[in-house]
């Protein structure tokens, strides 16, 4: 991948390019994932905002969609170019209208997805958050596939999804003449097929990026914050530490929780439990406040194991002197020491640095996913979602975000380039 | 076990004990878990109130603590004589006073603990039912023992609980200076000692009710709900489908979940996932809105799996057919077809009909806890909390019992027989 390119293209102080038709971006020759930006980004420029640049002389620059380039559902965009931390600005983003078939009308796979296809039976519209990690190529594929693979498992259940009851038998004939009371009884309702489609989506997403990295020797890994408006519903999926939230005037709603080593000890301490091999004897299953030395042995110490919500004390033998599992608190959390997330798509191939220990055994590429009946909600013309990645939420709570968000909204309806991520209003 | 003896002093329609001192009751000669009602219970006698006799001739007897014997902190009790589905009333209940010692006070173990030790260091109060299954045998064994394994739990970190913050080392030693700043990044706090210390007492006495039933031969199991008030605070531990809530004047909160295989599906099913043999090939691990048939074969039917919170379709094959590892719902939801709960102590022994597969693995006896701030909570004279099983549950809402309650508050202050179980006021 073209570094330089990048730097020249995005990094402060580089020339950036003025407003207008996209440059030819050289691509590498040998990678089958290009380093790109989020495709409604062409044409965009980015520049720190003159409020910014007088105040603080090291303000990033912020991007957003050209002007005359609107989002569906009013949505806003902006992404803010990257501290570098790493090479690229690793996170991506996607956005589209969703088209779902059924699929007796058999048409050819529709290439142009992000275009209005004409034999559409249901639509929805989808926005996607990826935060990479590791390099850009999982953020990259994920923005590239994830909505394909989401289309393909809705439409592959979209027969249930359209029934007032999801009927047992797909093919909607009965075997029992009391099936339909077995799926009331169990209270399953269209919405559980698009919450199942998503779950099913994440997981053919994860698989698709872990044989495309593998050929092409590739790594890297993502978060993946969706939205998905499908039949009066959002549907939001997350697997990591990305946010959405619903900012009202009068509420702000978190739409989604956070997948972190810290927020999934248990089930990561839980599996190391059953699968004491997947550490090697390098680390540690138990908590401590701290990592543990020579001096802590033989003293009753504070810890946690994977059954326990509250803590206790423990006499520290040599094994606890190991690399804990999970260490660090808050921001500073990490996994093996060496991933500040649990959940997400690829990270095939990560190993603990200098080891043979893989992290891709304690990672959930299943989003959770939560879903908003937008019609009962009776929306209000200055509703609106917020998702961002965990730069957003590091800095901001969600209260300070609403704050925000509003006090731009009266003068800035017809403005897409207004700086807040995913923004959708209705 | 003497069942003439039960049927005669607890059953409908045999002769009830007239109120007064309590009389010797026959002794099993080989069992070294006799049947017997809650030490409380002593003294008491049970009919019928005058109303219900008149409205229903099938009205059971309800049971409540003698006259003049008030239970600690204002807490009623009433048992309803079981419904026969069961040889025994295999409910059981235990409830006393706390008492807390440092260990280098070195007083030998207090065998009356149920009465005010001398030597107390810290002193809380303490409520429990047990609601058995398969025979009384756990929930009595639960009701003798689990006190005591939580007093011996809260005494080895009581060091720890007393301090403004839990010291990293038990012994106030500091290895690093920075420890307290550790433990206070963790945001490690007195009463998460103490949730420990619920959490490992939950699972102290399930071994030694594994070891009694063993020695005895006897089996069952129960599930377990406690309550402890502790340093201005109210513990609720809970491991199966019992229930506490706290009643206000103008709120009813929920003082626990409950654990059934339905709850805790997604459990239950990852672990026939990691472990397929604990199925013996007899079950399917995979949820379907009822059991599949030759019929079904070949068709595309709703199902989840273990990663799955929506529902989806798959094709049916042969493997599907067999029997599902949880099965119906609500009230009929079994574990492997056996067991309504899924978390609790005992079953050490329990075993599918007819085959060896286990039910143990499946069972969790740690409980989850919830921490109540009564100081925080500006408490009224009215405040109560309802300890009940899933017999109270299953027929009145949180609402209903929380109205029933209050209804009796007013003229009720001064009355020990209150029919509500566990109430405590403050």
Redesign the interface.
Known sequence: MSADWFRRRFLPGGPLPAPGPPRPRPRPRCSPVPYRRPRFLRGSSSSPSAADASRRPDARPVRSPARGRALPWNAGYAEIINAEKSEFNEDQAACGKLCIRRYEFGVEEDQEWLTLCPEEFLTGHYWALFDGHGGPAAAILAANTLHSCLRRQLE??VE?MVATQ?P????G?C??P??PQ??E??G?RA??????????AF?ECDEVIGRELEASGQAGGCTALVAMSLQGKLYVANAGDSRAILVRRNEVRPLSSEFTPETERQRIQQLAF?YPELLAGEFTRLEF??RL?G??LG????F?DH???????KCVEKSDLKYPLIHG??RQARLLGTLAVSRGLGDHQLRVLDTNIQLKPFL?S?P??TVLDVDQLEPQEDDLVVMATDGLWDVLSNEQVARLVRSFLPGNQEDPHSQHQGRSSH
Request: negative net charge; proline residues 4%.
């Open positions: 592959a259940v249930g999801p047992m038998h797909l093919s004939h075997v029992c009391s099936d077995f799926v009884e169990k399953i919405e559980d097929l698009v919450i199942g489609a998503l779950e099913s997981q059953v406040p701290r030395k001096d802590d003293q009753k110490v504070l946690r059954h326990m919500s509250g803590w206790s004390y608190q808050g959930l299943v959770q996913v």
